[in-house]
């Protein structure tokens, strides 16, 4: 497992962005694959994005494609969340989350079930 710290949340304005970072210690960050999930205050939680152990497979929620971009830094052992064009219902804490080893089904990653490493959380306000 690895142990994971969000950082990068906050108060923005609707049209605004904000870029989440998940920094990771341990020796499995470069082969697990990463997720952003969201939960906001009486819902379920629901996936963002996801993305593999090299970058090159990207998954998303439709309700943020096109406005959300996940990337990843394995020499930094760090996932991105680059959010713009925020909107008040994008208000959630975020968090991310890590599956080791890889996943090999595509349908996975968008099930919380499948990630065993999870960070704290970050709070995302979008205000109106």
């Known amino acids: 497992q690895v142990q994971l710290v969000e950082s990068g949340g906050g108060l923005v304005q609707a049209g605004g962005s904000l870029r989440l970072s998940c920094a990771a210690s341990?020796?499995?960050?470069?082969?697990?694959?990463m997720g952003w999930f969201r939960q906001a205050p009486g819902k379920e939680r629901e996936f963002v994005a996801a993305i593999n152990w090299s970058g090159g497979n990207t998954f998303y929620a439709d309700s943020v494609k096109g406005r959300f971009t996940i990337s990843r830094d394995n020499a930094k052992k760090t996932v991105y969340l680059q959010m713009n064009n925020l909107k008040p219902e994008d208000t959630a804490v975020y968090s991310c989350?890590?599956?080791?080893?890889?996943?090999?089904?595509?349908?996975?990653?968008?099930?919380?079930?499948?990630?065993?490493?999870w960070g704290q959380g970050t709070q995302v306000t979008v205000s109106s």
């Open positions: 341990g020796s499995t960050f470069s082969s697990s694959a």
């Open positions: 989350a890590a599956a080791w080893p890889d996943l090999n089904y595509s349908g996975s990653y968008y099930s919380p079930r499948e990630y065993d490493s």
